[in-house]
């Protein structure tokens, strides 16, 4: 159910989630540094638009289900796990 619930909730937002996405990937203040991932070479860069954005989405989705909420909350975006907001797209 929570799955489900938090995909709605993603693809409900998903233009303002692309939206900021390209606002990260542009971002001259933080720019991308190229690194072996450990599935290869990529362009890991911070995403804080998006990762905003999602713990919102989260925060909004684990209220609604109270204290039902399992599992990690853990959003992974600008590691080794998920380079950059292009990825999390």
């Not at 909730?9 to 390209?22: G, Q, S, V, Y």
């Not at 991308?32 to 990529?42: E, F, H, I, K, P």
């Amino acid at each position: 159910e929570q799955s489900l619930m938090l995909w709605r909730e993603i693809l409900t937002h998903m233009f303002r989630l692309w939206t900021l996405t390209d606002g990260d990937l542009l971002d001259t203040d933080h720019p991308y540094s190229l690194r072996d991932t450990g599935q290869g070479l990529n362009r890991v860069q911070s995403a804080g638009r998006v990762g905003r954005a999602m713990h919102k989405i989260l925060g909004n989705v684990q209220e609604k289900l109270q204290s039902r909420w399992e599992g990690s909350s853990v959003i992974h975006l600008g590691d080794h796990n998920v380079p950059n907001a292009f990825f999390f797209l």
